[in-house]
């Protein structure tokens, strides 16, 4: 059961998010003495704002953002993960370009310091809901127009302890960021490894990119990793989003502050446990918070900033499919 709705279609009541109000200075003349204070119903004497307090890398600046993570969610996809394993053959290699060509340059970050980062709450809007989709590819802006997809089939061989011949096929997406920088996901690195030692008929597994969006210093990709290893056939479907400066995946919760990333994972759970088909993607509290912080493509559409966040399922049978929940950024939130 597909269920699709539109937050705002149902009336639903919704708390806004707002930056935190600056105080405003009190100009009223010094206060008498205690023997002689005369109380008001239109006045009151103000407690003194506290002061900021200071992040520790996992807020926003608006002004630009220096992180360096890795986002690895919950997986439905059994095995290990470990090292890829040398020694496999390249037999294809093909070149995509995901992004809109243009001449345009991809903005530079204000350069940021960790001791420079406060928590700031940035307006968020709940936007749709959509439970049982299965993510699409959507062009990178010219953001990260530079930004290519590489595809890459390796495919290797054992022979099992009764002497027949089992292929490994193998195929993986690497995301070339320029200036050296490139990125891979790791999920399916077990599985070269497994094959070798264990593998009695032909294993398939992929780890493949789509374009999903950008925006700002921030490209987000569509990821497909499982594939068959002995047992069923399982893909996974998620999100990732890449520093295109650092050529690393970060977490939702290293852009939003932690108040906001706190809202947006208890706003999904909400939305889970209220839909008929929830259950499919929740399960866990605590898996669901990872699932969030890694699995979100943020991207440019008709002058909106959106974080879109997509929570896998938690079966194999819904595989492939996954809990959309889209946010309105403000347009400065992401540089």
Not at 241 to 254: C, H, N, R, S, Y
Not at 263 to 292: C, M, S, T
Not at 317 to 328: E, H, K, M
């Amino acid at each position: 059961m597909n269920t699709n709705f539109k937050i705002f279609s149902t009336g639903a009541p919704i708390t806004p998010w707002t930056l935190p109000t600056p105080p405003v200075p009190d100009e009223s003349p010094p206060a008498a003495p205690a023997d002689q204070a005369v109380l008001s119903g239109n006045t009151a004497a103000a407690e003194p704002s506290a002061a900021p307090t200071r992040g520790k890398g996992r807020m926003i600046a608006l002004a630009g953002l220096g992180l360096v993570a890795l986002g690895v969610g919950a997986s439905l996809i059994p095995g290990p993960t470990g090292p890829a394993h040398t020694g496999i053959s390249t037999s294809t290699t093909v070149s995509r370009d995901g992004g809109q060509k243009t001449d345009a340059q991809a903005p530079t970050a204000a350069p940021l310091t960790i001791a420079d980062t406060q928590e700031v709450s940035v307006p968020l809007g709940l936007e749709e809901v959509d439970v049982g989709w299965t993510p699409t590819a959507r062009p990178f802006g010219p953001s990260a127009s530079s930004v290519r997809i590489q595809d890459q089939t390796r495919r290797t061989t054992r022979t099992t302890e009764d002497g027949r011949q089992v292929g490994l096929s193998f195929a993986q997406s690497t995301l070339d960021l320029g200036g050296g920088k490139t990125y891979k996901a790791d999920g399916m690195g077990w599985a070269t490894e497994q094959f070798a030692n264990e593998a009695q008929q032909d294993w398939q597994v992929v780890s493949t990119m789509e374009p999903a969006g950008s925006a700002g210093r921030f490209a987000s990709v569509k990821l497909v990793e499982g594939g068959f290893t002995g047992q069923s056939d399982a893909r996974e479907t998620t999100y990732r989003t890449i520093d295109t400066k650092t050529g690393e995946a970060v977490t939702l919760d290293q852009i939003l502050s932690r108040a906001d990333f706190d809202k947006v994972v208890q706003d999904v759970q909400n939305i889970l446990e209220r839909n008929p088909d929830g259950g499919k993607y929740f399960q866990d509290a605590d898996i669901l918070r990872e699932q969030v912080g890694s699995s979100f493509a943020i991207y440019e559409e008709g002058g909106r900033t959106v974080l879109c966040v997509a929570v896998p399922a938690a079966n194999v049978a819904d595989a492939g499919t996954v809990a959309r929940v889209t946010f309105r950024l403000p347009s400065n939130a992401v540089q």
